[in-house]
């Protein structure tokens, strides 16, 4: 053989050698992980009884407000007690909200509801927004397990059912059992 012959296999295995040592140093090391998507809700149903236009109940897209309700069901009255309710809140599915007129002594105070009905007089605490201190409000959870919660949905993507917090290291049945009344996903 020549002494090119040499010279072009020796070009070609060195391509090649370098091809695959490059290929094999650049090969991506660690965990896989998925980003799961923003859960999309639908409409909210809610009531509304007491001084409005028109009460009855309605579909509403999450993250509706009282005033908004009320703005779909005709405005108030002119009885409407206006002080009487807190037109900024939040509105959930299933919630009940009542318009006292001015002539009702006693007024009821807006509470969110939970999804079996009973009324807790508090409202849920959405696990895919909820700051540190928001998450340490809810039963049995520290600081500690409140940054490994926002550390998970940050890495692992958003919960897509309330269930989906059990997969958080150190949350069980039985602490998802004291919780799972007090939080949402949406």
Known sequence: MKSWHYLG???????LFSGILLLIMLTPTGDAFTIKPRPTAGPYVVHITGEVMSPGVYELQ??????DLVDAAGGFTEQANQEGINLAR???????IHVPSEF?????EPVGESTT???FGF????????SQLELEAL????PAKAEEIITYRETQGWFTTIEDIMEVPGIG?????????RISVE
């Not at 296999?9 to 391509?15: A, D, S």
């Not at 939040?90 to 009940?96: A, L, N, Q, S």
């Not at 039963?139 to 520290?142: R, V, Y």
């Open 9 to 15: 296999f020796g070009l070609i295995f060195g391509f």
């Open 62 to 67: 999450p993250g509706v407000r009282v005033i």
């Open 90 to 96: 939040k509105i959930f599915d299933g919630d009940h």
């Open 104 to 108: 009702e002594t006693e007024i009821p």
């Open 117 to 119: 009905g009973e009324n």
């Open 123 to 130: 409202e849920f605490v959405n696990i895919n927004i909820a």
């Open 139 to 142: 039963p049995g959870i520290g």
């Open 173 to 181: 049945p039985v602490l998802f059992e004291g919780i799972k009344e």
